[in-house]
């Protein structure tokens, strides 16, 4: 089993899924994207995609399940295949056209798909041909 280095699994999950799962919350998580968050993290700094384990309103930014607001049966986010990310030091944009420019590079290897337009930077592991941009 995958565990992200940099970061807990309540970063990744909602409050009531850390509590019904624990730990055993990092199985509802795709490899792909755990390994791909580690990557990000060290080539662009300090990023947020859940932040309510610190007192943040942020807890459908990874895994979201029925109780979610945002909850879709087909959406990436439902199967553990998606973030939508607030990054420290850069904008969503420049992580966005860097993706864009070099989707070769080791870092954004499993990223398959990016949602344009937006303040954050959702990317996903989906199964499709590289890379697809959609707006909301």
Request: charged share 30%; hydrophobic share 35%.
């Amino acid at each position: 089993m995958i565990k992200c280095k940099w970061f807990k699994i309540q970063e990744l999950v909602s409050p009531q899924a850390y509590k019904d799962r624990g730990d055993k919350a990092w199985q509802l998580l795709d490899d792909r994207l755990l390994i791909t968050l580690d990557r990000l993290r060290e080539k662009y700094g300090s990023m947020t995609i859940n932040n309510w384990s610190y007192g943040g309103d942020r807890e459908w930014s990874g895994l979201r399940t029925p109780e979610s607001p945002y909850y879709s049966k087909y959406s990436q986010h439902t199967h553990g295949r998606a973030c939508d990310i607030i990054f420290k030091h850069v904008t969503a944009e420049q992580v966005r056209q860097d993706i864009l420019e070099n989707p070769d590079d080791e870092i954004f290897e499993y990223i398959n798909s990016l949602e344009l337009g937006v303040s954050w930077a959702h990317l996903d592991c989906r199964n499709v041909e590289r890379i697809f941009a959609f707006h909301p």
